[in-house]
C-alpha cells in the first residue's frame, strides 16, 4: 500500500472555502480503482492547515492518481489558494489499510 500524507498551507483568506474547492478532486479521487482512502482534516491550532490522509492499493494505482485529468486540474488551480507549498510524506508500508488498535477498545455497558 503507497500511503501519503500531505499538509496543506491555504490563505487565510481561502480557508473557510478549501474544503468545498477540494470536493470534486476528492470525490474523483475516491472513485479511482485503486484508492483506498482519501480523507482531509483542519487543524484545530491553525485554521488555515489542512491534512491529507491518502492510501493507493500499489504504486500503479499512485501513478494513475497524479497522471488523472482531475489531479492535473487540482494541481492548476491550488497554486492560486495555497499560501506554501505542501509537505509530503510518500512511503509504501505492509498491508491493505486501517488496522485496529491494540491498545484502547470502547467500553461495554
Known amino acids: 500500500m503507497i500511503f501519503i500524507a500531505v499538509r496543506f498551507t491555504v490563505r487565510p483568506e481561502r480557508a473557510d472555502e478549501w474544503l ?21 482534516s483542519r487543524s484545530v491550532d491553525a485554521p488555515d492547515r489542512f491534512v491529507l490522509l491518502e492510501a493507493f492499493a500499489s504504486s500503479a ?18 497554486p492560486g489558494v495555497i499560501a506554501e507549498t505542501p509537505e509530503i ?13 491494540a491498545e484502547l477498545s470502547p467500553t461495554r455497558d
Do not use: C, K, Y
Not at 468545498?20 to 482519501?38: H, I, K, M, Y
Open 20 to 40: 468545498s474547492l477540494v470536493e470534486d478532486f476528492t470525490r474523483a479521487t475516491r472513485q479511482e480503482p485503486g484508492n483506498l482512502f482519501f480523507d482531509w
Open 61 to 78: 494505482a499512485g501513478e494513475e492518481h497524479v497522471n488523472s485529468e482531475h489531479f492535473r486540474t487540482a494541481m492548476s488551480w491550488m
Open 89 to 101: 510524506i510518500n512511503v509504501e508500508v505492509p498491508g491493505e489499510g486501517w488496522s485496529r488498535m
